[in-house]
């Protein structure tokens, strides 16, 4: 017998066997298995060569389906259409890309928009993913791509704390944590920006949900962060946070969820470079010591550096305050205690990380007086807070605005430095930007102020949400985790007492 194998580099291997060969009668199955359906977002490119340009443009180069060799002119494909600030209506309107078709879960039973039908309680997430269709299609999604990692770090969970979605994202955690142990599952609690005290029915459930989201989630995440340009997770109203050189919209869906991805862009940074030496366990570890597993963000956007400035020149103009804006509606982080940090920095061109002083000249501080630009961001994270475990990284690439990214910035350069008055409406390309994860003792009057929210309602009129799953001893299990949480940021010392 001779067996030939042609590989694409034409190689071929074979072997003799002189042993006669013997034949036995059965039965024979025959199995035929239907070809996958071709994609249909990547249609476009079966027929066509080129490479990514650096403004984000799939440029090709037109080849006939019919033989012989392509043309030498060169076709730039139509320039992508780019949503518009009224043509946005759902979080998929951002996308530039597709996704792909395995990573969808479509959930049928609920309705995204109108007045019935609608995902609106943590006890009907919940109860989605405890239905064997739904549970079973989320299991096959993860284990298609799970199978594909070279190096599973964990999971990112990214979903709605005010709305069903907390109980989807909790149940999530809980199949994660059951079926994945000991990897990393970081979880980001989304809430929308600033809200009325007319929608009476709305925001209790936007609190309820937020209670029974933040609880759930502690217990199966190794982190949890809320994400949210609102000042408050309470009943009371809050006005949206300041950015100084930011000109947004809190109303638009657009322009806070841009925000709140750039600063998720900027933290996550740590564990999702290959050259950083901290892995996703390793940063939630550092955080989450002693039960503290909810975590706050803050970020400065664009980080104010002005022509001719180093970073030591920029960082001394904040003083003694908190550079970054709150993006977790914990209040304002003056006067509250750190207990854990990791701060990056991105898109400082490298010459300006130190100061280029006169030789001669004494150096303005210590800051000034650092040889690199790792020197001086851990030199200043020591002066800001001497007693606290600091993580710090100075990435290059800074962070790219171009379209479909919402024109927000009224004083930067194309460079995303900040300038007096620059010509309004001029293309921002890329910003630096300044973010941090921490754990703050803001969170224990945050948590407590939620808790005590949740004592004054009055259950009986909200039948609707304790009938979706939920009953009335979840709800005073729920105060005592939620006191206990807040317990933990009460006082007590840093890392490194």
Not at 16 to 38: A, M, N, V, Y
Not at 100 to 124: T, V, W
Not at 350 to 376: D, M, N
């Amino acid at each position: 017998m001779y067996v030939h194998r042609t590989q694409e580099n034409s190689s071929e291997c074979g072997f003799f066997d002189q042993s006669p060969i013997s034949f036995r009668q059965g039965k024979l199955t025959t199995h035929k298995e239907e070809l996958c359906p071709k994609n249909p977002y990547l249609q476009d490119f079966l027929s066509a060569e080129g490479v990514l340009s650096s403004d984000g443009v799939w440029r090709v180069k037109s080849i006939p389906n019919g033989k012989g060799s392509p043309p030498l002119t060169t076709a730039t494909t139509p320039k992508p259409l780019i949503p518009t600030e009224a043509s946005i209506r759902v979080w998929s309107d951002f996308l530039r890309v597709h996704l792909h078709p395995r990573s969808i879960c479509m959930i049928q039973k609920y309705n995204h928009d109108g007045e019935a039908g609608r995902l609106e309680a943590f006890g009907q997430g919940e109860s989605v993913l405890k239905e064997p269709k739904y549970q079973e299609e989320l299991e096959d999604r993860l284990h298609f791509y799970v199978e594909e990692c070279d190096y599973l770090q964990g999971f990112q969970i990214l979903c709605d704390l005010h709305d069903g979605f907390s109980g989807v994202g909790a149940k999530a955690a809980e199949l994660l944590q059951d079926e994945y142990s000991g990897r990393g599952i970081m979880t980001w609690g989304l809430l929308p920006g600033p809200y009325h005290r007319g929608e009476a029915q709305r925001n209790i459930y936007r609190l309820l949900n937020t209670a029974f989201g933040l609880v759930h989630l502690t217990a199966h995440s190794s982190l949890v962060c809320p994400l949210s340009l609102g000042g408050s997770l309470g009943l009371r109203p809050e006005p949206p946070v300041n950015f100084p050189y930011l000109h947004y919209d809190a109303t638009l869906p657009f322009h806070c969820s841009a925000i709140l991805a750039t600063a998720l862009d900027t933290v996550t940074v740590p564990y999702r470079l290959c050259s950083s030496p901290v892995s996703m366990v390793h940063l939630a570890d550092m955080l989450s010591f002693c039960g503290k597993k909810v975590v706050t963000a803050g970020a400065t956007i664009p980080f104010p550096l002005a022509p001719g400035q180093s970073l030591p020149d920029s960082l001394m103009q904040f003083g003694g305050a908190t550079p970054w804006t709150p993006l977790s509606a914990c209040g304002e982080p003056s006067g509250t205690r750190c207990f854990a940090q990791s701060v990056v920095l991105r898109g400082i061109d490298r010459a300006c990380h130190t100061s280029q002083l006169t030789p001669g000249t004494p150096p303005p501080s210590c800051l000034h007086a650092c040889a690199t630009g790792e020197e001086v961001l851990a030199q200043y994270l020591q002066q800001q807070q001497p007693r606290v475990m600091s993580s710090s990284h100075l990435l290059l690439t800074p962070c790219r605005v171009a379209p479909p990214y919402p024109h927000l910035f009224s004083s930067c350069s194309p460079q995303g430095m900040v300038l007096d008055g620059f010509p309004k409406g001029a293309a921002v390309e890329s910003i630096p930007v300044f973010g941090a994860l921490c754990s703050s003792s803001s969170l224990h009057q945050t948590l407590e102020a939620l808790a005590r929210d949740l004592t004054k309602l009055d259950l009986r009129r909200w039948a609707s949400f304790m009938d979706a799953g939920v009953e009335h001893d979840d709800v005073a299990e729920l105060l005592q985790e939620l006191q206990s949480l807040a317990q933990c940021y009460h006082g007590g010392d840093s890392l490194v007492d």
